[in-house]
């Protein structure tokens, strides 16, 4: 793991929002080396599930990540899908049939996914910056971007990683 840039380096890249996907990315990103900053504009993680199920994909997903048997038994495991209507069933959908190391679904809150995959992101020694909202963008010809937010305008900007 690459240490933690030093106070007047700014980090190779600056993600926005700490839902999954943000966490997903972030924690990708350090784990292959890259100074990461994450800043969401909720002052503490959400209380409300926008999600709950997890698909073989992203179950797949969560394992190069390195928290997948965590996902897995955070929830219940679901092997097939049932619809119904007016009392009738209208189709049953087998999950065993995809082409995945994980023919399956778990059902878990969004709360308990992003709970996960923060003290994975944690672990990799990248923080989140909470109560952070961006403000600014702005990219240099030649240079870094440079990103200022409602709650450190001041922050260095991230170093350019190509041309």
Same mark, same amino acid.
């Given at each position: 793991?690459?240490?933690?840039?030093?106070?007047?380096?700014?980090?190779?890249?600056?993600?926005?929002?700490?839902?999954?996907?943000?966490?997903? $990315?972030?924690? /990708? #990103?350090?784990?292959?080396?890259? +100074?990461?900053?994450?800043?969401?504009?909720? %002052?503490?993680?959400?209380? *409300?599930?926008?999600?709950?199920?997890?698909?073989a994909r992203s179950l797949e997903?969560?394992?190069?990540?390195?928290?997948?048997?965590?996902?897995?038994?955070?929830?219940?495991?679901?092997?097939?899908?049932?619809?119904?209507?007016?009392?009738?069933?209208? $189709?049953?959908? /087998? #999950?065993?049939?995809?082409?995945? +190391?994980?023919?399956?679904?778990?059902?878990? %809150?969004?709360?308990?996914? *992003?709970?996960?995959?923060?003290?994975?992101?944690?672990?990799?020694?990248?923080s989140i910056q909470r109560g952070?909202?961006?403000?600014?963008?702005?990219?240099?010809?030649?240079?870094?971007?440079?990103?200022?937010?409602?709650?450190s305008p001041s922050r260095p900007?991230?170093?350019? #990683?190509?041309?």
């Open positions: 793991m690459k240490p933690a840039p030093a106070a007047d380096d700014g980090p190779d890249v600056v993600v926005v929002g700490a839902g999954p996907v943000g966490l997903v $990315a972030a924690c /990708e #990103l350090a784990r292959h080396g890259l +100074a990461v900053r994450v800043i969401d504009k909720l %002052p503490a993680p959400t209380e *409300e599930s926008r999600a709950i199920v997890v698909h997903m969560f394992e190069r990540v390195g928290v997948v048997d965590e996902i897995i038994d955070s929830g219940v495991k679901s092997l097939a899908m049932q619809m119904y209507a007016s009392g009738r069933r209208l $189709a049953r959908i /087998e #999950l065993g049939q995809v082409d995945s +190391a994980f023919p399956f679904t778990i059902t878990t %809150p969004q709360t308990e996914t *992003e709970r996960i995959l923060t003290a994975r992101l944690n672990g990799l020694g990248v952070a909202e961006l403000t600014a963008l702005r990219q240099r010809p030649g240079g870094p971007a440079s990103a200022g937010t409602s709650s900007p991230a170093r350019r #990683l190509s041309r």
